[in-house]
């Protein structure tokens, strides 16, 4: 008996981090515990010849932490590659790298965010798992123009 192809056509060709801010806070005042306050920006580049997408995911951990006592303020940055071997339109190829783009390398950026921590003697800090669907969805919302 045959295995199915379960593989998808959308291939993940590898990732790179573009940026890594570390800025700490030396005036931060532990007094309670801290929430954690961070935001997201997702951005996919597509070519169309190649059939491939470009995803840009970049977070901002605890923006401002001078004026809002937090103990440190963390940038990070990453840019993943992908290539469909069908032939989709532009627009399914910049959908499948703004979904699936973004739920692979979403792993890699809480990685990356948690060894950052880590090495510069914070507590890790694991990022919650997101619903990849509706961030995108709310994202394109904020975004809108009313013309």
């Known amino acids: ?25 030396p005036l931060f005042q532990n007094s309670n515990p801290i929430d954690l306050n961070f935001n997201f920006t997702v951005s996919a580049g597509t070519d169309a010849e190649e059939r491939k997408v ?5 977070t901002t951990l605890f923006p401002d932490a001078n004026q809002n006592n937090y103990p ?19 627009e399914e190829l ?14 890699f950026l809480r990685s990356i965010i948690a060894g950052v921590c880590v090495n510069a003697n914070f507590p890790a800090i694991m990022l919650p798992l997101i619903n990849v ?7 394109k919302k ?6």
Do not use: C, H, W
């Open 1 to 25: 008996m045959d295995k199915p192809n379960i593989e998808s056509d959308f291939k993940f060709l590898g990732y790179q981090v573009n940026n890594i801010s570390l800025t700490t806070n």
């Open 54 to 58: 470009q995803v840009t995911l970049g």
């Open 72 to 90: 440190f303020s963390l940038e990070v940055m990453i840019t993943g590659v992908f290539q469909s071997e069908k032939n989709l339109s532009i």
């Open 94 to 107: 910049e959908r499948f790298g703004e979904i699936n783009g973004t739920a692979t390398l979403f792993p």
């Open 133 to 139: 669907y509706n961030f995108i969805e709310e994202q």
């Open 142 to 147: 904020s975004k809108l123009i009313i013309e």
